[in-house]
């Protein structure tokens, strides 16, 4: 059996060249921080593609995870998860964290698995992706798609992240 080093490990501990390393703490020991939000659908419902801020993040945070959970159906067919970046020149990605997630029931979905009710992995393949490196600031956002949402359903977010 061989002992072998990942790549923060090596940089940070075991330098093939002796020279040290600095990697960032975000992927070394950098503490875990949660952005939540929720949204309850008004009375009347939401039309399609409804978008719903959550929450903002800067450059460079690390994003490890993505859940969302609903009390009930929440009526839209699928819902999205995704970033809208401030800067005009970075494209927008709809479903940077989740594609089509489906809300017709009580729902339990994480980016890589969630609470054991199946991943809704994103339009970047989150599996070989995480961490998402968010490469400028802008807003978290949930598209409701499909069928109008209804009312009073309540749509919870959280974004599992890490910052240096």
């Known amino acids: ?3 072998v080093n990942g790549v923060n490990y090596a940089a940070t501990h075991a330098p093939s060249d002796g020279n040290w390393k600095l990697v960032p703490v975000s992927e070394v020991g950098g503490q875990i921080r949660v952005l939540y939000d929720s949204y309850t659908v008004p009375t009347g419902g939401v039309a399609d593609a409804t978008i719903v801020r959550i929450g903002r993040l800067t450059k460079d945070v690390r994003v490890w995870d993505v859940q969302i959970t609903t009390d009930a159906a929440l009526g839209a067919t699928s819902v999205d998860v995704g970033f809208a970046y401030d800067d005009a020149t970075i494209t927008d990605v709809a479903d940077l964290f989740m594609d089509g997630a489906t ?4 729902t339990n979905r994480g980016m890589l698995g969630g609470l054991g ?4 992995v994103s339009s970047v393949a989150a599996y070989s992706q995480v961490p998402i490196t968010i490469t400028g600031d802008g807003i978290v956002q949930v598209v409701l798609k499909g069928a109008a949402s209804t009312a009073t359903r309540v749509l919870k977010v959280m974004v599992l992240y890490t910052i240096d």
């Open 117 to 120: 009710l199946g991943a809704v």
């Open 1 to 3: 059996m061989a002992t």
């Open 103 to 106: 809300t017709t029931g009580i």
